[in-house]
């Protein structure tokens, strides 16, 4: 009886498994130093800046970027009369830079139709005559005929209302009287380009 309990408890003995903790080899440290004397000298061009009284000064004055951020922000979100105002601030800083010229451009164009089809011809009139005298180098035949049609809808009605047409100059950027390009596949005519100047 006693032998038999005996193997009983020792068959229910829990075995506990023996841990074999291995040590891993340390990493040899290598310690990397930089040495100015062998780092290549990069020479950037000077194009960039521009010398005034013999100081180098920047290219792009102070804030212009912040208001032309700022404008395209307002352009995007269809806000369009803030964008205006902050495409003039930066117009005065600088004037010969084409991306803010073009987007002056589309936006005294968004401002000015949406006056139109809105009948608010004074509203039209004074942004087409603000866009003529601010960048009359980017205007084409489109802005002088919206030009001459606000007049002449102002006219009918006010007859003391006197303007002068605006001689257009055979400009045209919205629409080409023949397909500027196609693509021909199997003799057949598949795609024809009929503008390549449509305003967003």
């Given at each position: 009886m006693f032998s038999f309990f005996k193997r009983?408890?020792?068959?229910n003995k829990t075995v506990e498994p023996?841990?074999?903790?291995?040590?891993q080899p340390k990493p040899t440290?290598?310690?990397?130093t930089i040495d100015p004397s062998k780092a290549p000298v990069i020479t950037l061009p000077n194009s960039f800046r521009l010398v005034h009284?013999?100081?180098?000064?920047s290219r792009w004055p102070n804030g212009f970027w912040d208001h032309?951020?700022?404008?395209e922000n307002h352009y995007k979100q269809?806000?369009?009369?803030?964008a205006k105002d902050e495409l003039l601030i930066a117009y005065k800083l600088k004037s010969d830079y084409e991306r803010l010229n073009s987007l002056l451009l589309r936006t005294y164009r968004k401002l000015y139709k949406k006056a139109i089809e809105d009948n608010a011809f004074k509203e039209a009139f004074s942004l087409l005559s603000e866009l003529l005298k601010t960048i009359p180098v980017f205007v084409t035949d489109t802005d002088r005929k919206q030009y001459n049609k606000?007049?002449?809808a102002l006219q009918k009605i006010d007859i003391s209302f006197k303007q002068p047409l605006l001689p257009l100059q055979g400009q045209n950027d919205q629409s080409v009287s023949a397909p500027i390009a196609e693509i021909i596949t199997d003799n057949r005519r598949v795609f024809e380009l009929m503008s390549?100047?449509?305003?967003?």
């Amino acid at each position: 009886m006693f032998s038999f309990f005996k193997r009983f408890v020792q068959s229910n003995k829990t075995v506990e498994p023996s841990v074999v903790v291995i040590e891993q080899p340390k990493p040899t440290e290598k310690v990397f130093t930089i040495d100015p004397s062998k780092a290549p000298v990069i020479t950037l061009p000077n194009s960039f800046r521009l010398v005034h009284k013999g100081e180098y000064v920047s290219r792009w004055p102070n804030g212009f970027w912040d208001h032309l951020n700022s404008a395209e922000n307002h352009y995007k979100q269809s806000r369009y009369t803030k964008a205006k105002d902050e495409l003039l601030i930066a117009y005065k800083l600088k004037s010969d830079y084409e991306r803010l010229n073009s987007l002056l451009l589309r936006t005294y164009r968004k401002l000015y139709k949406k006056a139109i089809e809105d009948n608010a011809f004074k509203e039209a009139f004074s942004l087409l005559s603000e866009l003529l005298k601010t960048i009359p180098v980017f205007v084409t035949d489109t802005d002088r005929k919206q030009y001459n049609k606000v007049i002449q809808a102002l006219q009918k009605i006010d007859i003391s209302f006197k303007q002068p047409l605006l001689p257009l100059q055979g400009q045209n950027d919205q629409s080409v009287s023949a397909p500027i390009a196609e693509i021909i596949t199997d003799n057949r005519r598949v795609f024809e380009l009929m503008s390549a100047f449509h305003l967003n």
